[in-house]
Nanobody
Framework: QVQLVESGGGLVQTGGSLRLSCAAS????????RGWFRQAPGKEREFVAY????????SYADSVEGRFTVSKDDTKNTVYLQMNSLKSEDTAVYYC???????????????WGQGTQVTVSS
């Protein structure tokens, strides 16, 4: 099993920044990719970004490309999502997930965190 715990969410004004963290524990060697997804009220969950733990390669949704940056700290087994130039449409619960495969499909992720709320106010 892999346990994921997100933190760093909160309330921020439009144009502001937040950094989310996702700390992993357990059998993390079984997963190679850490992804971020989000779900806004009344909407389906959507892919945000992922990072390959081994290669450091990343992938972003078009809606966040250039504004969000995913990174990792190997020593802390933690993934970060730096979110800049936040917009009201970024308001959602953000989830960290882990998978053996690099994918934008949430169904391919085996482990999920509990989520952290991000609210962007105008």
């Amino acid at each position: 099993q892999v346990q994921l715990v997100e933190s760093g969410g909160g309330l921020v004004q439009t144009g502001g920044s937040l950094r989310l963290s996702c700390a992993a524990s357990g059998r993390t060697f079984t997963t190679y990719v850490r992804g971020w997804f989000r779900q806004a009220p009344g909407k389906e969950r959507e892919f945000v970004a992922y990072i390959n733990w081994s290669t450091g390669s990343t992938s972003y949704a078009d809606s966040v490309e250039g504004r969000f940056t995913v990174s990792k700290d190997d020593t802390k087994n933690t993934v970060y999502l730096q979110m800049n130039s936040l917009k009201s449409e970024d308001t959602a619960v953000y989830y960290c997930a882990a998978s053996r495969l690099g994918s934008r499909l949430g169904a391919l992720y085996n482990y999920w965190g509990q989520g952290t709320q991000v609210t962007v106010s105008s």
